[in-house]
């Protein structure tokens, strides 16, 4: 399970049976993680938009490995992320 904090600055992961945190991703600029989106979830990612970019955080070493100056709806087809977004 992901939650983002209310400050929108952090992802966490998080175990839904014990309801502890087991590890988080942290924003370092002004970004802000969008909420209203949902994020896309792989079997070895998370992707997900902020106001300014679209990130892929690995789930095991939780290190960014994907980083876009685009923004949107979200999917996955055919091994490859879309974004929809708006000029």
């Known amino acids: ?6 400050d929108a600055k952090t992802l966490n992961a998080i175990d ?3 309801g502890v945190i087991l590890w ?10 969008v909420t209203t989106k949902p994020p896309v979830v792989t079997k070895d990612a ?16 939780h290190q960014t490995i994907f ?14 992320l879309f974004i929809r977004y708006y000029n």
């Open 24 to 33: 988080t991703w942290q924003l370092t600029d002004d970004d802000a993680i």
């Open 67 to 80: 980083e876009v100056a685009k923004t949107g709806w979200l999917s996955i087809g055919d091994n490859k």
């Open 46 to 61: 998370i992707f997900f938009p902020s106001t300014h970019n679209t990130y892929g955080v690995s789930l095991t070493t």
């Open 1 to 6: 399970t992901y939650s983002v904090s209310r």
């Open 16 to 18: 839904a049976k014990a």
